[in-house]
């Protein structure tokens, strides 16, 4: 949001926040540690509106002073990631895993799944090469 | 609660009114921003959806940078001098000042409902004199200044009376550039002749030098208008404004020497973040090219012929030298055995127009004149010929002749096959010239290796190195018009004393508009200040022409930054403070005009000292343009055909001319229904004999509106029809009854219809009164509030875009905001009456985290 600011690519920016929305509203969200900063960063496009809220959440003085939030860097890291899996260099199936996994346990899972063990028709690979983030092969 | 955008809005404009929430002070204790927009001219026709685009962007930043930290200048004003209220009150008698306080009025209430946080204490109006006191002085300064090209900056005229009490002017400094090629050159003379000059002598000599300057000129004079427009007000002839004709006209003239700042003006663009398009159409406008002037020396004469050229780095494959027919050497360096055949050419060519002679390519005539001159590395002999397709009046008259670079010299090497060679990389000199700037250069000794563009530089510094030659750059830009014969526009503080123009005393200021009994020129053809009775500088005559559109726009800026200030334009602590504007915003099509002129303004009051910045803009942002949909009735034109033919059937389909009227609102039904009926047997027929390629109804319908459209059937030129006249949901048609009663003088045209609408072309454009296509902001606000107008307006794509407006896409926007409330709001189960949003807000959390 900030960023889109910065660069004027406002329509970005609505965008990204009817996604917001969408996406609380799912949650029925009432955290005010969400919907606070969510009001202030409003505020620019839709000041009105921002301002009732403000007020209503229990603010006296405008929201025109309220300080920009901050973004938390650990809200924005995505959980898992969707690894290609290729064999001898050729990507044959995408598998999803927590990124709190080791490259062991990567490397395990990966050889526990039912399609990864069809391809290797039973056979041992040779190498198994686990790039954490980026991508698994398997060398046949 | 409900969402109740109105309730909400109408209670926060006034709380922010009451509270003064964006009143800014100069707090030097915070980091400033400054967010300017470009000020709007108060037309009488308001606001449209699409003006507040760009306010609405620069608000977003303007909150945006004080939720950030930053102490905000955001203010508004009006650009409030201008042609159409004028042209108004020369049709209404009503005072131009009248019509601009109302319209004004109109423009606030529009911009308050948006929600905008301008800071409106600090609102300039370039028509009030406390505003343009100020932008008369800034003229005096321009008036009292000249350009010193040696030091690269404007001094006062002072510092040049005592030059030339002290040295005379030599004129070959370059300091003296006189600005107006069209003058007399003016003559040397030295310390003495300078005291002995009277003072008109002397005061007439200065003018010449002032950075606001009366000459004889050409101007671009537009009768219809009354008025001399600028080169920029004028597109392909005829005015901008109207697109009535313009004429050429010599008549004495105001003008600013924007061109001593030329080089300035291009090398400032380096560093603003603008958008390449504006710097490149700022360039182009500019046009600076540089060449070189080389002399070719005669074989066995004490001459030389100069050429000028913009590609020096050819100079290796220079075959001919070709001399205008106009050429003064012609007769002296053509032999006795040559003289007769050259003499008839030159006599016989200069009876052909300039225009022919450039336009007519094909045609190739020439005579070589027997001479010889020397080139300037090579030292070989080069022949010189006479050729037409040189002109007399543009440069020195000759060109050097490059065949493998340029393809005029190239299709006179070929008719009269002189040899050439090629000069750049891998070309084939038997298929033409190569023009290219990306070329290589080959054949050409110490060029050889290098591109165009490093190839220049380099051949002219060879040439400057062996005195042959020497840099030379050109510039496109001409001074710029500033009077006008207008009356709604500032007074130029000038009066007259012996016929020479002295600026009013700074004490003085402001030179008020006067009254006047009618806004027109006078019998005589004086302009409308004319008329002003008792108006007079101490007994002195006044000048009469005002003040362009462009002036007050062209420091506005800065007046934002202290507006109260009666001593100075602006105090030098509120300058210091704010500085130059962080981030502009505005449309595209003032690039050559307003952008220009009001960079040019801050460079001169920087070269004076009054500014410690000389680019008044770091970074522009421009928005796209939101267009309105029009409608265009197809209007009938009764000599043309009448038939048609649909490509699948054989027979032709009758639609006379006679079908078509009983087709009008009001004419027998019993005609129209022959027509459908004879239509529809026709199809049927058809259907029943091809059926495999049986049409339908709505298939011969689209095929029939394709044909019309198509066809040269209907007139080209427009009518528009009201856009509330557009039956809703069908794209393409008017509704007949509401049209013809918005259109009384088309009542009796014969349109195109079908059913009961007119047909019509739909389309997307710049959305103007005129064109019936405007959407009003104040509609949506009413229906939709303003805070789902200004998320719909950014929500419509890419800022600096253009696009359509669509009021159909409204909704979702509209529908996000509910939610976004909402999600702050319990639907109450007992409450199922009051529909389905949120009735009690229900945030969890203990109140407010931080007192604030």
């Known amino acids: 949001m900030t960023e889109d600011i910065e660069k004027m690519s406002f329509n970005t920016s609505v965008s990204q926040f009817m996604i917001a929305v969408n996406e609380l509203a799912a949650l029925k969200c009432t955290k005010r540690a969400v919907l606070e900063p969510l009001t202030v960063a409003l505020a620019p496009f839709a000041p009105h509106i921002a301002e009732e809220l403000w007020s209503l959440l229990g603010h006296t003085a405008s929201v025109t002073g309220a300080q920009w939030p901050q973004w938390d860097a650990q809200h924005l890291v995505e959980d898992n990631f969707s690894y290609p899996i290729s064999f001898n260099g050729k990507t044959r199936l995408q598998l999803e895993f927590p990124i709190a996994l080791s490259k062991e346990e990567v490397e395990a899972a990966v050889l526990a799944n039912p399609e990864v063990q069809s391809r290797l028709e039973g056979k041992a690979p040779k190498k198994v090469i686990v790039v954490p983030k980026r991508i698994v092969n398997i060398v046949v | ?145 000249w350009y010193d090209h040696a030091a690269q900056k404007a001094r006062p005229i002072q510092e040049l009376v005592e030059r030339f009490e002290k040295h005379g002017w030599t004129g070959d400094d370059d300091s003296a550039i006189t600005g107006n090629e069209e003058l007399d050159p003016l003559t040397q003379f030295s310390h003495s002749d300078w005291a002995t000059f009277s003072e008109k002598h002397q005061q007439q000599i200065l003018l010449r030098f002032r950075l606001a300057y009366l000459s004889e000129a050409w101007v671009n004079w537009c009768p219809a208008l009354g008025t001399v427009l600028a080169n920029d007000e004028v597109k392909d002839g005829v005015s901008e404004r109207g697109g009535h004709p313009v004429e050429r006209k010599r008549m004495p003239q105001w003008s600013m020497r924007i061109t001593a700042y030329a080089q300035r003006l291009l090398d400032g663009l380096n560093d603003v973040d603008w958008s390449e398009s504006i710097k490149e159409a700022q360039r182009n406008w500019i ?100 050729g037409d397709y040189v002109l007399g009046g543009y440069g020195t008259g000759a060109v050097m002749a490059v065949p493998a670079g340029d393809q005029r010299d190239w299709n006179f090497a070929t008719h009269f096959k002189i040899p050439f060679v090629a000069v750049t990389e891998n070309w084939d000199i038997s298929t033409g010239a190569d023009e290219s700037k990306e070329a290589t250069l080959t054949n050409s000794v110490f060029l050889n290796g290098l591109k165009v563009a490093d190839a220049i530089p380099r051949a002219i510094d060879e040439l400057e190195a062996k005195g042959v030659g020497e840099r030379r750059i050109n510039f496109r830009l001409r001074d710029a018009a500033f009077g006008r014969q207008r009356y709604w526009g500032e007074p130029i503080p000038i009066y007259y004393k012996d016929g020479v123009p002295y600026g009013v005393a700074e004490g003085d200021l402001p030179v008020v508009l006067p009254e006047v009994d009618k806004f027109l020129p006078t019998e005589d053809g ?103 949909v029009s409608a265009e009735l197809l209007r009938w034109k009764p000599e043309s055909q009448t038939t048609g033919t649909h490509p699948g059937l054989r027979t032709k389909i009758y639609w006379s001319y006679e079908y078509y009227l009983a087709l009008l609102p009001g004419s027998a039904s019993d005609q129209r229904d022959l027509f459908k009926r004879n239509y529809e047997a026709e199809v049927a027929r058809f259907n029943r004999e091809h059926p495999a390629e049986a049409i339908h109804d709505s298939s011969a319908r689209a095929w029939m509106n394709a044909w019309m459209m198509s066809s040269d059937t209907f007139e080209t030129s427009r009518v528009l029809a009201p856009i509330e006249n557009i039956i809703p949901g069908s794209v393409g048609t008017v509704d007949v009854q509401k049209a013809a009663e918005a259109l009384p003088e088309f009542r009796d045209a014969f349109f195109f ?57 409204i909704e979702g926007t509209s529908r996000f905001l509910k939610k976004f409330w909402n999600l702050f709001h319990l639907r109450s189960p007992k409450l199922p009456s009051e529909g389905d949003e949120g009735e009690i807000f229900t945030v969890t959390d203990e109140a407010p985290r931080s007192p604030n």
């Open chain 2, 526 to 628: 004086e302009p409308p200040l004319a008329r002003a009775t008792n108006w007079n500088y101490k007994g002195l005559p006044y000048e009469t022409t005002t003040m362009p559109g462009w002036a007050g726009s062209s420091w506005y800026f800065l007046r934002y930054m202290d507006p109260q200030n009666e001593g100075r334009f602006a105090s030098p602590e509120a300058i210091n403070y704010w500085q130059q504007v962080d981030l502009y915003v505005g449309g595209s099509e003032h690039a050559t005009g307003h952008l220009l002129y009001f960079r040019f303004w801050t460079k001169f009051l920087h070269d004076r000292g009054w500014l410690p910045f000389d680019e008044p803009a770091k970074k522009l942002m421009n928005q796209g343009m939101i267009q309105g």
């Open chain 2, 287 to 386: 046009g600076r090219s540089e060449g070189a002037l080389i002399r070719f020396p005669m074989a066995e004469r004490s001459e030389a012929i100069e050429v000028f050229t913009t590609r020096p780095d050819t100079i290796f494959g220079v075959s001919f030298v070709t001399l205008a027919p106009e050429h003064e050497l012609i007769e002296k360096i053509t032999p006795a055995e040559n003289r007769a055949e050259v003499m008839a050419y030159v006599t016989q060519a200069k009876n052909r127009s300039e225009r022919e002679r450039l336009t007519d390519v094909k045609k190739v005539s020439g005579v070589f004149t027997g001479a010889y001159v020397k080139h300037p590395f090579t030292h070989l002999d080069i022949p010189v010929w006479v």
């Open chain 2, 1 to 145: 609660m409900a969402y109740e955008h109105k309730r909400i809005e109408e209670k926060w404009r006034k709380h922010w009114k009451d509270a003064k929430t964006y009143r800014v002070e100069n707090d030097t204790a915070k980091p400033k921003y400054y967010v300017l927009d470009m000020f709007p001219y108060p037309s009488g026709a308001g606001l449209h959806v699409g003006h507040p685009l760009g306010y609405i962007a620069s608000d977003i930043v303007a909150r945006y940078k004080r939720h950030s930290g930053f102490n905000v200048l955001h203010p508004m004003g009006y650009d409030s001098f201008g042609l159409p209220a004028e042209q108004y009150a020369i049709q209404t008698g009503q005072h131009p000042a009248k019509t601009t306080e109302v319209n004004i009025a109109r423009y606030r209430e529009q911009l308050d409902r948006i929600g905008f946080s301008f800071d409106w204490s600090r609102e300039v109006r370039t028509s009030d004199p406390a505003y343009y006191k100020w932008t008369q002085w800034i003229f005096l300064q321009l008036f009292e200044s």
């Open chain 2, 753 to 809: 219809k079908w059913d009961n609408s007119f047909l019509a072309n739909r389309p997307v454009e710049k959305m103007s009164k005129s064109k019936f296509n405007v959407v009003n902001p104040d509609d949506i606000i009413e229906k939709y509030g303003a805070d789902t107008l200004r998320l719909y307006e950014m929500f419509l794509g890419p800022i600096e875009q253009s696009k359509p407006w669509d009021t159909n896409g």
